[in-house]
């Protein structure tokens, strides 16, 4: 069997059909080729043949003919298994993207979310002071963050800053009130209700941790600050005790920061514990999600064995051209050689009949 001329798009069965393919169950086709680990002997040139071919000048057709015969007798069954899986490979890869396609579009037309009602907790008396309390205490604590930034802004030497703090405000505003907003942020891009609840409880015991951390730092630095300048500066005792008053405040901010948040974010689940509906994502789409991952990665596998098996199929070609080639020569050399000798005996020949 030569497969010699054969078409690679006859091989591989790509573009021999029409693209438009009805989505279908993939091939399971036969794994046997795959883990062969057999070592087929390598096919060498038939010289008597070739000889006797040039001494009867029968031509290179007839070398060619004998020796690609030679060679499929050897790899024609591998060449067969190869061909019919790459051809499988092809209908399997036309089917996954028509698979594809059809899941694309019902992925397109499925809402990713849904409302799901649930059993809602009325709104009590006291629901209301906590959420009420929760939002006042988050607002006053980032006021007197703001209010302490800007009064140590003004009193530090800067110009543009003394006596105005309004400006003073205004200038930490962004940093002090966006901390806490990023915080209670991030909440809303989490899609469920157990993620917004952890989060929630994280943000929470980091914040009761930093309180716990800060409350000692604090004392010691106001502590120190309201000793008697002329008796700090005469005592024995370095500047080394306390905490630095820089660092001190930057934890302050960053204590009522987390904090604000974590109230925020408390005052977020108690609302949300009292909505009749909450958003969910749709199981349907992601049913229609994963089905459409598990097909693209299917596609790619088998266009990776595909490849691999194309490329076997083009070595057993590549061989099969270079064996027919080396013989093609071989014989063209022997047939100079056997036309150099018949005009070498024929020009004795005339010469003994001289």
Not at 69 to 75: G, L, P, R
Not at 188 to 207: G, M, P, Q, V
Not at 282 to 304: K, S
Request: glycine content about 6%; hydrophobic content about 45%.
């Amino acid at each position: 069997m030569s497969t010699a001329a054969t078409p690679k798009a006859a091989i591989t069965g790509v573009g021999t059909t029409s693209p438009d393919v009805d989505p279908g169950a993939f091939i399971s086709h036969s794994r046997a080729y795959w883990d062969r680990k057999e070592k087929r002997p390598v096919v060498e040139l038939d010289r008597e043949l070739i000889l006797a071919a040039a001494e009867n000048q029968s031509g290179e057709q007839v070398v060619t003919q004998h020796h690609t015969w030679k060679f499929n007798a050897i790899w024609a069954e591998a060449e067969r298994v190869l061909t019919a899986v790459v051809h499988e490979m092809g209908i399997n890869i036309r089917s996954g993207e028509a698979h594809i396609r059809e899941l694309t579009q019902r992925l397109k037309n499925t809402n990713r979310y849904i409302e799901v009602e649930r059993k809602t907790v009325p709104w009590a008396w006291w629901d209301l002071v906590q959420l009420i309390a929760v939002l006042a205490f988050g607002l006053s604590l980032l006021g007197v963050d703001v209010n302490s930034a800007a009064v140590t802004l003004m009193e530090s030497g800067i110009e543009a800053f003394r006596n105005n703090w309004l400006r003073s405000a205004l200038f930490n505003l962004s940093i002090i009130m966006g901390g806490a907003f990023v915080i209670k942020s991030v909440g809303n891009w989490l899609e469920t209700d157990l993620a917004r609840r952890r989060y929630a409880f994280t943000i929470l015991s980091l914040a009761g941790l930093s309180i716990i951390v800060a409350v000692p730092v604090f004392a010691q630095t106001y502590s120190r600050l309201a000793v008697d300048p002329l008796i700090s500066m005469t005592a024995n005792e370095t500047g080394s005790h306390g905490s630095n008053a820089a660092w001190t405040f930057a934890l302050q901010l960053f204590v009522g920061n987390l904090v604000a948040g974590a109230m925020w974010l408390t005052a977020a689940q108690l609302v949300e514990r009292h909505r009749p509906s909450v958003r969910a994502e749709n199981p349907m789409w992601r049913q229609v999600r994963n089905d459409l991952d598990e097909q693209a990665t299917a596609i790619r596998e088998e266009h990776e064995k595909l490849g691999l098996s194309q490329g076997k199929l083009d070595i057993i070609a590549a061989m099969r051209s270079q064996l027919v080639t080396r013989a093609v020569e071989f014989y063209l050399v022997a047939a100079a050689e056997c036309d150099h000798r018949r005009k070498m005996r024929a020009m004795m020949e005339k010469s003994q009949t001289k």
